[in-house]
């Protein structure tokens, strides 16, 4: 995904208003933290990001609970709202955005391909949003990216 004007409205707000911004993700592998930092001038808005793809990074890095992991799957809304909360937390910014789901081919986690959680956290709560999309892999992962900033933007820019 390119650079577009929206990604930098997004910026524009934030900086405008003193935002900040980190990510955590998962099926976007990293894919946001490019988007954001594509901008420039960005550095003053996105602090940064952890990508935890394996259910152990997830653990060891963003401390999201094994027997949280092990209830509900690393593709679920709980563990998208802790992976948000956590980055949050580490990188003591005003907003965090958390990716996780399956990019396919095939089920994992018995989910089907298309399955994704976003989450979005703010001292103001945890906006959740579940996705069931269709494609092939890079088209899943490209519709999760879209996804998410036109979440975010909505949240930012009413």
């Given at each position: 995904?390119?650079?577009?004007?929206?990604?930098?409205?997004?910026?524009k707000?934030?900086?405008r208003r003193g935002l900040t911004l980190s990510t955590a993700e998962s099926i976007t592998g990293g894919g946001l933290g490019e988007l954001f930092t594509?901008?420039?001038g960005s550095s003053g808005v996105y602090q940064g990001g952890l990508i935890t793809y394996s259910d152990v990074s997830k653990t060891k890095f963003l401390g999201v609970l094994?027997?949280?992991?092990n209830k509900y799957?690393?593709?679920s809304e709980e563990v998208a709202i802790a992976m948000a909360q956590s980055v949050r937390a580490q990188f003591k910014t005003?907003?965090?955005i958390s990716t996780t789901g399956v990019a396919g081919p095939g089920r994992a986690y018995d989910q089907k391909a298309g399955t994704v959680w976003i989450a979005i956290d703010s001292r103001d709560g945890t906006t959740t949003v579940a996705l069931a999309l269709t494609g092939d892999r890079a088209?899943?992962?490209h519709a999760t990216l879209e996804s998410v900033i036109a979440t975010?933007?909505?949240i930012l820019i009413p």
């Open positions: 995904m390119k650079s577009n004007p929206e990604i930098a409205a997004i910026i707000v934030m900086k594509s901008i420039p094994k027997k949280t992991l799957t690393a593709v005003d907003y965090a088209e899943i992962r975010f933007s909505r």
